[in-house]
């Protein structure tokens, strides 16, 4: 099992290579599948003037301890796994569900895309940064979509304030463009794009921002979009949990 605390960006790697590598487009970036659905695709574009090689991997995504967890799996795999793409190309890779059962809860997966060097490049001086993609893939329950229920709670330990989100609901929410008001009406941006996602049924938490002087006496709310919706909820100031 691997943890990690940040799927939601692109991960870079420096290898001691010489040319850049030309960047990866994907599409879709979020993969929804219905539970009577066993199959789909995304596309992967080489947009630059030379080969593309990588290596697709698929891991089943939960979270534990407030943090992200992936684990290998056989439960959705990606074909094919080793991809080439030449110049100004596409390539579709097929993720099929090899027990397309329903499902009675959503479930949750992330696609692990890295570029690799071309197999006749020598190592040379200087540096490449090497791209790793994080492609999230879910799996709709039959019946209407549900929605989201979250708590949020806000507390401070030895490293600073944390928000923490528990989503007791039944799909998962991708939370971004958050800002904490506190009872004054000051308001604290803690960021302006993605923030993070708290799965279905699961709790996840992440470091913020706030200035030491921060005064969150009495009412703090919050403002985020929350699966691209804009959303206000109050907040629970206290101790960790």
Known sequence: MVRSSNFLTLLLFLVP?????ATLQISPVMVDLQSNESATGITLRNPGDRPLYGQVRVYRWDQSNHDDTLT?????????????????????????????????????YRILIDELPAPDEAPTSGVMIRLRYSVPVFVEPA??????VLSWHLVRDDQGWVLRVDNNGQRRAQIAAVQLVDSAGKVYEINKGLLGYALAGRTHQWTVPLPA???????????AAVNSLPSEAAVTVGQPG
């Open 72 to 108: 290998p799996t056989q439960e959705l795999v990606a074909s094919p796994p080793l991809i080439q793409i030449s110049a100004q190309a596409d390539q579709l890779v097929r993720l099929v569900r090899t027990t397309p059962a329903p499902v009675a809860a959503e479930q949750s």
């Open 213 to 223: 002087d921060a005064d969150l006496r009495g009412s703090v709310k919050v403002r």
């Open 143 to 148: 019946g209407k979509a549900s929605q989201p």
């Open 17 to 21: 290579l010489s040319v850049q590598a």
